[in-house]
C-alpha cells in the first residue's frame, strides 16, 4: 500500500515533528497569552450539540396522537487533530484456518494500516487467536511502530476459532490503561468464522458486550467473508456501543479499519447518558431502534462514545394526550451527561421541545420535520428486517414478508401523507425485498447485509463502505 | 584339506566369534538401553502428570479464589448499602457493575419485589421468567439457617469440601516450597535450575494476577454502585469498610446472612447471592453476569507453560470456557480438578499433556536403529572374512596350477627338444644308413621345431591374454579358403597321429570380418587337442557353415572319449587337465582349450563343448 488511507491523519512522521514544533510553540505563545486570558469556558462545552425534535411541530388537536420525538447528538468535529485524546486499542484478529491465503494477508495490511494512523502516545495491543489465543504484543504504546509491525507480519493462518478468548484478552489488554481516563477504549476484533472454542452463542457473547460497556470498552466487529455468525458479531458490537462492518472482500479491509480508526480517532465524547423525563400527558411507548430503558415515564440510554462530525440519536415512540387546538405543550425534556474525550471533565447539555396543536390537516402536514421521518423510516425497517431475519431463520419466509410489507405499507402511508421523498424511497425499496424475501429467503451473504446494515442504521454507524 | 586352507578357516573362525560375540552383546546393551529409556521416559511422564495435576489444581484454586474474592465483595457492598436509597444504588449498580447482571429484592417469603413484576428490560423480564416461581417455592435463604456460604443440602457438599481443603492443604504446600525455593534462588541469583524458576515465576505470576483482579474487583466492588470513575468516593468508603471495628463486624455479622446459590435454570447456571440483614426482614440480592465473571477468569490461567501441555477451565456442560497450551480434540485429560460446588457446580479445570507422537516410538526406533547398525557391521565384518577367504583360496589354487603349469610346460618343451637333439644328434655324428634317412631326420627336426613353436605361441599368446594385451585385427577373410589352406598344411600331422582329417567345407567362398591368425590358433589348438586326446577315435572333421543369423559356425568333431560332464566347463579353464598330473598318459600344459576359448571371446564369438552324437567330442566355435 503505497498511500495512506488514514482518515485523520495523513500526514508522516515528518509532518508529525512539524507539527509538534508548531504545537509547542504554540504552546509557549499561550502561556505568554494566559497571563491575560483565563482558559475559554466554551470549549469544554463545544465538543457535543444535543437537539430534541419532533416528527411534527403541530399535532393534530383534540385526538390522542402518536409522535416520534428524536434525541440527537452531534458530534463537533474536533478543531485541532493533533489534540485528539489518545487512543487505547486493542487488535483481535482471527487466524484459524479458513484465513488462510488473501484473508490473513489482507488483514495484516489493514492492521498495519490501522497501526500508521495511530501516534506514537496512543496504546494497541495485538492478540492473534486460532485455537488458542495469543498476546502478541500486551498493551503498550506505538512508538515507532516497529515492533507492532513485525509482530503483524509474523500472523500466519492455521487453527480452530476461539473468539471469545480473544475478545476477553482484548478486552484484558485495554484494561491495563484503564484507569487512566484519559484513552478511547477499543476493542477491534476480525474474525471469518463461528466461534467453536469458549462460550460461542450471540446471548452470551452479547451479554459480554454489555459487561464491557459498563467498563467503558467498545467493541467493533468486522466479520470477514460468509462464514461468520453475524448475529454474534452484531449483537457483541451493539451490546458494547462499537461498530460493526460486513465485509465479503477481503481486500476491503484496509478500507475498513482506516474508516473505523476514524470513528475512534474522533472520540469527542464518552460514557454519554442521555436521560428522558416526558412530562404528564405524553407516554413514552418504545425506543425504535436503540435498546433503551422506560421506566414510567422516564427514558435512559446510554452510549459509550460520540463521534466527531457524526450524529448519533434516539427516536421514542410517544403518545399524546388530547390537546385543544392552538394549544402549546411541552413534549420532552432531555439531559445529556458526558465526559468530554479532550478536556476528560463531565458535561451535562439539556434540550427540551414543545409542540403545538392544530385542528387544521394542513398545518399539521406542513409542519413535518421530513428529516426525523426518514430516520424513523429506516429504523422502523432496519427493526423490521431484524425481526424477518429472525422469521426466516424458523422458516417462516411469508411472515416474515408480512412483517416487512405491513411497515413498507404504513411508510407509503405516511410518506403520502407529508409528501415526504425519503420515506417513500424507503417504503418502495422494501416492497421487492418483501417479495424476495418470501420467494428465495435469505441467502448468506443477504443474511449478513441484512444484519450488518440493521445495525449500523440503528447505530447511526457512519460507513457506506461496508455495503457489499 | 590342505594345511594353509585350514588355516585360512581357522583365521576366519576367529573373525567369526568375536564378531558374533560383539554383535551379541551389542544387541544385549541395546535392549537393557531401550528397556531404561522406556522406564524414563514412563517416569517423566508420570512426573510431568502429577505436575500438570498440581498446576490444575493451582489454576482451581485460583479461580476459586477469583470467585470467592467476587462473591465476598459483591455481598460486602450489598450488605453495607442502608436499606435508604437502596434502589436508586441498585439501579446505579446494575447499570455501572460489569459483574452485576440483575439486583434484586425480595421478601422473605419469596415474593419479589424488584424487578417489578411490569419490568421495562428483556434482563429484568428474563429474570423474573427465571427465577420468580423459584423464589417463591424455594426462598434460597430459608433453607440455609447459618450458613456464611450458602451450597445445596446434598451429599456431594461434604465431598467437595474435604476435596477443597485437601486442595488448600496442596497449595499451601507449594507456597511454602516456593518460598524457601524464593530464598535459595535469591542467594543462589543467577544459576537458573531447569524447572523450579519458570514454575514459580508462573505461580507467582498467577498470584500475582489474582490478587491483581482480586484487588481490582473488591475495589469495584466497594465503590458502593457510585460510578466506578469517581475513585475518591470508592477510597473512603474502602477505607472506611477496612477500619470497621472486629466487634462491629462480629456484631453485624450475628445478624446478618447472606449466602449464594447457583441454580441452573434452562441448562445454564446462574450466580445468585442475597444478603438479608435482619432475620425474616427483606433480602436483597445479585446476579452475577456470569460471561463478564468468566472473562475474568482467564487471568487465572498461567502465561506460559511447557510444551505439550494444556490446560482448559470448562463449566457444566464440559464446555471449554478459556484454554491455554495444546488442548487435544479427542482424548481424556491427564488431571481434572473440579471446582468446589458450593461455588460454579459442575464446573473443572482440566489439565491434558500431548505426548510427543513419536516420543514412545522413538524407544523403539532407537533400538531398531541400533540392531540394525550392528547387523551391517556383523554383516560387514563376516562378508568381508568371506571374502578374504574366498581370495586366499583362489590364490591357492592359482599358486597350485602355475606350480604344475611350469613342470607340464617344461615337460611339454622337453619332449620335441630332446627329439630334436637326438636326430640333430645323430645327424652330427653321421650315422646315417643313406642320404633319405638324413632327410628324414630333418623332416622329424623340422616338425618338432615346429611343434616347439606352437607351443611357445600359446605360452606367448596366454601371457598376452592374461594381460589383456592381445590385440586382434579385423580383416576380410574368406574362411572356407583358409580353413582349406589350414588342414592341408596340418594334414599331415594330424594324419601322423593316426586320424582320419574330414573336411566338411562349403563351396562358396565365406566372408567375414576376423582376426585371421587367431581363428587359426583357435583351429590348430583344436586339432591339437583332438589329436591329443581323440587319436583313439581314428577321425577328426572339420565342418564350416555360415549362420542364418551372419557370421560363421566352425566345429571340430572327433570321436574320442569325450569329456567327462564334471569337466565340461572347466576343460575351458586354464591351467585345467582332465587328469592333471605329471606321470598322466596325456602330456599338456591345461592352456589350448582356455587360449582358444579366449581368442574366441576376444573376437565377439564363443567357443563351446558339446558330446558329439554317437560318442566323442565336438567344439563348436562360433564367429560374429
Redesign the interface.
Known amino acids: 500500500m503505497v498511500e495512506s488511507q488514514c482518515p485523520n491523519q495523513g500526514f508522516t512522521m515528518k509532518h508529525r515533528l512539524i507539527l509538534t514544533l508548531a504545537v509547542a510553540l504554540i504552546g509557549a505563545w499561550s502561556l505568554v497569552l494566559s497571563a491575560k486570558s483565563t482558559a475559554s469556558p466554551e470549549t469544554a462545552g463545544e465538543s457535543v450539540r444535543l437537539r430534541v425534535e419532533v416528527d411534527r411541530a403541530v399535532l393534530p388537536a383534540e385526538t390522542t396522537e402518536k409522535a416520534v420525538i428524536k434525541i440527537a447528538l452531534d458530534g463537533l468535529r474536533l478543531p485541532r487533530r493533533e489534540t485528539r485524546p489518545p487512543v487505547n486499542l486493542a487488535l483481535v484478529i482471527d487466524r484459524s484456518g479458513s484465513m488462510n491465503g488473501d484473508k490473513i494477508i489482507n488483514a495484516r495490511e489493514a492492521a498495519l494500516e490501522a497501526v500508521r494512523c495511530l501516534a506514537p502516545d496512543d496504546i494497541v495491543s495485538l492478540i492473534a487467536y486460532d485455537?488458542?489465543v495469543e498476546t502478541l504484543v500486551s498493551a503498550q504504546q506505538v512508538g515507532d511502530g516497529r515492533r507492532l509491525a513485525a509482530a503483524i507480519r509474523s500472523i500466519e493462518a492455521g487453527g480452530n476459532t476461539?473468539l471469545?478468548?480473544g475478545?476477553?484478552?482484548g478486552?484484558?489488554e485495554v484494561r491495563r490503561y484503564l484507569e487512566d481516563?484519559s484513552y478511547v477504549n477499543r476493542v477491534i476484533l476480525l474474525s471469518d468464522g463461528l466461534a467453536n472454542?469458549?462460550?460461542s452463542s450471540a446471548d452470551?457473547?452479547g451479554?459480554?458486550g454489555?459487561?464491557?460497556m459498563?467498563?467503558g470498552i467498545s467493541v467493533t466487529t468486522i466479520g470477514l467473508g460468509l462464514g461468520f455468525n453475524e448475529d454474534l458479531m452484531t449483537r457483541l458490537a451493539q451490546r458494547s456501543d462499537g461498530n460493526t462492518y460486513f465485509v465479503e472482500e477481503s481486500s476491503d479491509l484496509p478500507r475498513i479499519f482506516a474508516a473505523e480508526l476514524g470513528d475512534v480517532l474522533n472520540v469527542v465524547a464518552r460514557?454519554v447518558v442521555i436521560e428522558i423525563e416526558f412530562p404528564a400527558g405524553v407516554r413514552p411507548l418504545a425506543f425504535v431502534g436503540r435498546?433503551g430503558?422506560?421506566?414510567g415515564q422516564k427514558a435512559e440510554l446510554?452510549l459509550n462514545q460520540l463521534y466527531g462530525g457524526q450524529e448519533k440519536f434516539a427516536l421514542v415512540e410517544v403518545e399524546v394526550s388530547p390537546c385543544e387546538s392552538g394549544g402549546e405543550r411541552e413534549v420532552a425534556r432531555a439531559r445529556v451527561s458526558y465526559?468530554d474525550a479532550n478536556s476528560r471533565r463531565s458535561a451535562t447539555l439539556t434540550a427540551k421541545r414543545t409542540v403545538q396543536f392544530s385542528a387544521s390537516r394542513t398545518v399539521v402536514v406542513e409542519s413535518a420535520d421530513h428529516r426525523v421521518q426518514a430516520d424513523y423510516a429506516a429504523n422502523v425497517m432496519a427493526v423490521a428486517k431484524d425481526e424477518a431475519v429472525t422469521l426466516v431463520d424458523s422458516n417462516r419466509r411469508d411472515a416474515a414478508a408480512i412483517v416487512i410489507r405491513k411497515r413498507a405499507e404504513e411508510l407509503s402511508k405516511m410518506a403520502a401523507t407529508y409528501s415526504n421523498n425519503a420515506v417513500r424511497a424507503v417504503a418502495a425499496a422494501a416492497a421487492p425485498e418483501a417479495d424476495r424475501v418470501e420467494k428465495e429467503g435469505l441467502g448468506n451473504a443477504e443474511r449478513k447485509a441484512y444484519r450488518a446494515e440493521s445495525a449500523q442504521v440503528k447505530s447511526q454507524q457512519n460507513s457506506g463502505l461496508s455495503q457489499p | 584339506m590342505l594345511p594353509v586352507s585350514r588355516r585360512i578357516f581357522l583365521y576366519w573362525f576367529l573373525l567369526l566369534v568375536p564378531t558374533l560375540v560383539v554383535g551379541g552383546g551389542a544387541i544385549l546393551l541395546l535392549r537393557r538401553e531401550q528397556a531404561r529409556l522406556a522406564e524414563q521416559g514412563a517416569y517423566a511422564e508420570e512426573a510431568r502428570r502429577a505436575a500438570i495435576t498440581a498446576r490444575a489444581r493451582l489454576i482451581a484454586e485460583n479461580v476459586e479464589l477469583l470467585v470467592g474474592d467476587v462473591q465476598t465483595g459483591l455481598l460486602d457492598t450489598l450488605a453495607a448499602q442502608p436499606g435508604q436509597g437502596l434502589e436508586a444504588f441498585l439501579d446505579q449498580w446494575e447499570?455501572?457493575?460489569?459483574?452485576v447482571?440483575t439486583t434484586f429484592r425480595s421478601t422473605a417469603e419469596g415474593r419479589l419485589l424488584r424487578p417489578a413484576a411490569d419490568a421495562?428490560?428483556?434482563a429484568e423480564r428474563g429474570f423474573i421468567r427465571r427465577f420468580s416461581r423459584e423464589f417463591v417455592l424455594h426462598p434460597p435463604w430459608s433453607q440455609s439457617l447459618s450458613a456464611e456460604h450458602f451450597a445445596p443440602a446434598n451429599p456431594e457438599k461434604k465431598a467437595s469440601e474435604e476435596e477443597a481443603t485437601a486442595r488448600k492443604e496442596v497449595t499451601r504446600n507449594v507456597a511454602q516450597i516456593q518460598a524457601a525455593r524464593r530464598d535459595v534462588q535469591e542467594l543462589a541469583n543467577s544459576s537458573q535450575l531447569a524447572d523450579a524458576p519458570s514454575l514459580m515465576k508462573r505461580a507467582a505470576a498467577a498470584k500475582g494476577e489474582a490478587d491483581r483482579q482480586e484487588a481490582g474487583t473488591t475495589e469495584r466492588e466497594r465503590a458502593n454502585g457510585v460510578s466506578r470513575?469517581s475513585s475518591d468516593d470508592s477510597k473512603v468508603r474502602k477505607s472506611r469498610s477496612l477500619a470497621a471495628p472486629a466487634s462491629a463486624q462480629a456484631k453485624d455479622e450475628a445478624v446478618e446472612r447472606r449466602g449464594w446459590r447457583v441454580p441452573s435454570v434452562e441448562g445454564r447456571l446462574h450466580l445468585l447471592g442475597w444478603v438479608q440483614p435482619a432475620p425474616g426482614g427483606e433480602v436483597r440480592g445479585v446476579e452475577v453476569?456470569l460471561?463478564?465473571l468468566?472473562?475474568r477468569l482467564?487471568?487465572a490461567l498461567p502465561a506460559e507453560i511447557g510444551s505439550g501441555e494444556g490446560y482448559a477451565l470448562r463449566d457444566d456442560q464440559g464446555?471449554?470456557?478459556?484454554?491455554?497450551?495444546a488442548?487435544p480434540r479427542t482424548g481424556g485429560p491427564a488431571a481434572r480438578v473440579p471446582l468446589a460446588g458450593a461455588l460454579l457446580p459442575g464446573w473443572d479445570v482440566v489439565g491434558y499433556l500431548t505426548l510427543d507422537s513419536n516420543r514412545s516410538g522413538a524407544s523403539s526406533g532407537f533400538f531398531g536403529m541400533g540392531v540394525l547398525l550392528v547387523a551391517i557391521f556383523v554383516t560387514a565384518i563376516l562378508a568381508g572374512g568371506s571374502l578374504l577367504l574366498w581370495q586366499a583360496r583362489r590364490s591357492e589354487e592359482e599358486a597350485l596350477q602355475k606350480t604344475s603349469f611350469v613342470a607340464n610346460v617344461s615337460h611339454e618343451f622337453k619332449t620335441p627338444l630332446t627329439t630334436i637333439r637326438l636326430y640333430a644328434e645323430l645327424l652330427e655324428e653321421g650315422r646315417l644308413r643313406d642320404a633319405a634317412q638324413g632327410k628324414d631326420y630333418l623332416r622329424t627336426i623340422s616338425r618338432e621345431t615346429q611343434r616347439l613353436a606352437r607351443l611357445v605361441n600359446n605360452a606367448l599368446d596366454f601371457s598376452r591374454l592374461e594381460q589383456g594385451q592381445k590385440k586382434y585385427a579385423h580383416d576380410r577373410v574368406d574362411l572356407t579358403a583358409e580353413l582349406s589352406r589350414l588342414l592341408d598344411t596340418h594334414g599331415p600331422r594330424v594324419a601322423e597321429a593316426g586320424l582320419k582329417l574330414g573336411r566338411a567345407l562349403p563351396t562358396q567362398p565365406l566372408f567375414i570380418a576376423t582376426d585371421r591368425d587367431a581363428v587359426e590358433q583357435i583351429v590348430i589348438n583344436l586339432l591339437d587337442n583332438a589329436c591329443k586326446y581323440g587319436a583313439d577315435g581314428g577321425e577328426v572333421i572339420v565342418m564350416l557353415a555360415p549362420r542364418a543369423a551372419g557370421g560363421a559356425e566352425l566345429k571340430v568333431a572327433d570321436r574320442g572319449p569325450g569329456v567327462p560332464q564334471a569337466h565340461v566347463e572347466r576343460i575351458f579353464e586354464k591351467f585345467h587337465r582332465v587328469e592333471d598330473a605329471l606321470t598322466a598318459e596325456k602330456t599338456g600344459a591345461g592352456l589350448g582349450l582356455s587360449i582358444a576359448r579366449q581368442l574366441a571371446r576376444g573376437l565377439g564369438g564363443d567357443l563351446r563343448y558339446t558330446p558329439r552324437v554317437g560318442g566323442g567330442a565336438e567344439f563348436v566355435l562360433d564367429l560374429p
Request: aromatic share 4%.
Open positions: 485455537t488458542r476461539a471469545y478468548g475478545v476477553t484478552r478486552a484484558a481516563r472454542v469458549g462460550p452470551e457473547l451479554r459480554l454489555v459487561s464491557l459498563k467498563e460514557r435498546d430503558v422506560i421506566r446510554t465526559e | 447499570k455501572n457493575n460489569p459483574l447482571r421495562p428490560t428483556e470513575y453476569e460471561t463478564a468468566v472473562s482467564a487471568g464446555r471449554i470456557l478459556h484454554q491455554m497450551g488442548v
